[in-house]
């Protein structure tokens, strides 16, 4: 495992949104009355049910955070196979060590950092029969979603006799009613700069038009999206200033509490100027 020399931008600050042994970091599902760790775990079991996670889904699962969604497939929806691929060093040597500890040692060895650029190359992927690819919250930050999105084709392709074979994402996308030059230069910059500083390339920000088109082109059919916007972008800001005081508290720098602010600030304006949605997407792999 390597080291993290330098500050990685995914880490373990999420910690302190977090109650319980937490480690989610995901932007939520908002019920009402719900923390953040409640909210993240409902966006996870959304995915879930978008893809029919089941006893018998063999799972990859990028960009899996700290490991609170593997602990979830594991434990509630006893999915039978599960590997996963993180870039945060420090985030899988913990996911790495939550896993152990709870006794899912198969699963802990089956973790591994890499970027999901890289996905293709792996042999051992191709092996394991992966008959679902989830990815929550996170193929927004990926180099090429594009990418991500046909090397899963061919892995979920390359899986022997199962009739379900299923990608899914929680997603950020490009609402239509900013698409082209709907939106004013000055709200395109804001944009661009907002996601230059959250690392995630512009590329990847696409109308769901768009997205759907990428996942037929790569060979997906039976592509199913629910719009969850009203459910993600003011609730995690609502939530976050309901609790300033005690974040600013565990987050001891202030640098660490304007990170969340930032975020929550520039999601509140995404969404109310109909610049991002905020969406649940699964695609098929006929046999
Ligand atoms: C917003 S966090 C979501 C974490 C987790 N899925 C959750 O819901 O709590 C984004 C995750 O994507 C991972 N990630 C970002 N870029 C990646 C890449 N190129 N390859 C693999 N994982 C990546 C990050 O390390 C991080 O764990």
Redesign the pocket.
Known sequence: MKQALIPEF?DLSERILNSGDGY???LGYWQPGNDYSMA?EG??RQLAAAVDLNPDSRVLD?????G??LLLWLRDYHIEYLCG????IS?TELAQQRLSHAGYHDAANNIHQ????VLSESTEVTTKNINTVLA???AY???SRKKFINDSYKILKHASNDDNKTIGFTDIILAETAAGNKISWEKRLFLNIMLRLSQIPQHNIMTLSEYENQLKQAGFEHVVSQDISDQVFLPFGHWLNSQEDSIKKAAGKRSVWLKYKITTVFLAWAYKNQVLRYVIVSAAVES
């Open positions: 995914y989610w970091g995901n993240c966006l996870a990028a960009g899996f955070g700290c609170d969604q691929i993180n870039y945060s985030q890499s970027d999901v650029t929550l919250d996170c930050h990926f180099p």
